[in-house]
């Protein structure tokens, strides 16, 4: 009978040790508000708005420990507006993040689904719309770099190296899913970063090939509500660096971005089409700052100057944009916080046969005329 107790009791401290090895968390940001701008396709607007800073987002993530500092590792996620509950994707649950994979401790790791490419992964932390600071209306026109993560790489593949000494470095392939073809399409994408104390330094590459095809179940699409852009061919690349001293954290980021043969423009929920034959070309120069008056209470700030270039069959010209904002920030507590920010854009310049060049502040239908404002208080919540 003592045998028995005996290893009753000793399978019940090994299946508490297989539980304690793995573990499944939901986490999720809320992020809503009142947001006013002075002109969307000529007229003012009062809107409650959704995800004006920071995206909202809800997620499921899992890591189970095989021993010998190997995980199985998986993450759902999904984004969604939190005015009327629907999904960012049409038809879409896990519209962010989907996939499986192994990670080592010692190699880094490998993982499979719809996943966010290079450019997400180790620039946008040192930008101010990446998640380090979490500002969508900041983001550079059209998030035509995607710092922003206006879309993730479906049917991809995807190595992320280890921390080594503060270096890391990794990579992406998205499958087209296509028979017979290949490159119809199909992403790809590279960046490494390095952190070492108060400096963080990064570089990326991404590549779109086709997205704009009739291949909807290839890497990214316009026609769901993915992209913003879609082109015959996509090269963005960029680099940055950002500096802590006590309090005060100033960067640097520079982008680069060629279309060819543009097939569509997503501005705010208004798509520009008919612009087929379009070439368009955005170098974006961003300088950003963040100050902690106290603990709580920080204040934060970029300027953007895009430089854009158009040539093909709708005509050239020279479109560019001048994007400022200004942000105050309190935490309530380390999972509350709000907010007040305001945004200015000024565009100038042609986009060829598609005449003068106007102001679209990001998430925002785009103004009536070259200036734009917006000005946005809300609260946002992470669990």
């Known amino acids: ?35 006013y701008s002075n002109n969307q396709l000529g007229h003012s607007n009062f809107q409650q708005g959704s995800g004006s800073l920071s995206n909202t987002l809800f997620g499921v993530r899992g890591n189970e420990d095989l021993g010998g500092g190997l995980h199985a590792i998986f993450t759902l996620e999904s984004g969604f507006n ?11 649950m896990f519209n962010r993040q989907a996939y499986v994979g192994l990670k080592s401790d010692q ?37 035509n770099d995607n710092l922003d993560g206006t879309f993730s790489v479906k049917n991809s593949v995807k190595y992320t190296s280890a921390n080594y000494n503060g270096i890391q470095f990794g990579g992406l392939y998205g499958f087209s899913n296509a028979a017979g073809q290949f490159s119809n399409n199909r ?8 952190q070492n104390g108060p400096l963080n330094v990064a570089a990326s590459y991404l590549q779109l090939n086709n997205s704009g095809s009739n291949n909807t179940g290839g890497a990214v699409s316009l026609g769901n509500g993915d992209a913003n852009i879609v082109a015959a061919l996509q090269r963005t690349y960029g680099a940055g660096a950002n500096y802590t001293y006590g309090a005060a954290t100033v960067g640097f980021v520079y982008t680069h971005t060629q279309l060819d043969n543009v097939q569509g423009i997503n501005v705010g929920g208004t798509v520009i089409g008919g612009i087929g034959g379009t070439n368009l070309h955005m170098d974006n120069y961003e300088l950003n700052g963040r100050y902690a008056l106290t603990p709580a209470l920080s204040l934060a700030a970029a300027y953007t ?30 999972r509350t916080d709000v907010y007040l920010e305001g945004v200015y854009q000024h565009a100038s310049g042609q986009l060829g046969s598609l005449g003068a060049n106007v102001a679209a502040i990001n998430t925002l239908s785009p103004s009536s005329t070259a200036n734009q404002t917006a000005v946005t208080i809300g609260m946002r919540h992470r669990f």
């Not at 158009?310 to 309530?332: E, F, H, I, R």
């Open 1 to 35: 009978m003592k045998k028995t107790l005996f290893a009753a009791s000793l399978l019940g401290a090994f299946a508490v040790s297989a539980q304690a090895q793995s573990s499944v968390t939901l986490y999720g940001r809320l992020d809503a508000g009142l947001v």
């Open 82 to 92: 939190l005015n009327n509950g629907a999904f960012k994707e049409n038809g879409t």
């Open 107 to 143: 190699y880094g790791q490998i993982t499979l689904g719809r996943q966010y490419d290079s450019m997400v992964d180790y620039l946008a932390p040192i930008s101010a719309a990446g998640y380090g600071y979490g500002n969508n209306l900041a983001a550079h026109p059209f998030d």
């Open 187 to 194: 992403a790809w994408s590279a960046g490494a970063s390095y």
């Open 305 to 334: 100057f895009t430089d854009g270039k158009v040539t093909g069959s709708n005509g050239a010209g020279d479109p560019k944009w001048q994007t400022a904002s200004l942000q105050g920030d309190y935490a309530l507590s380390k």
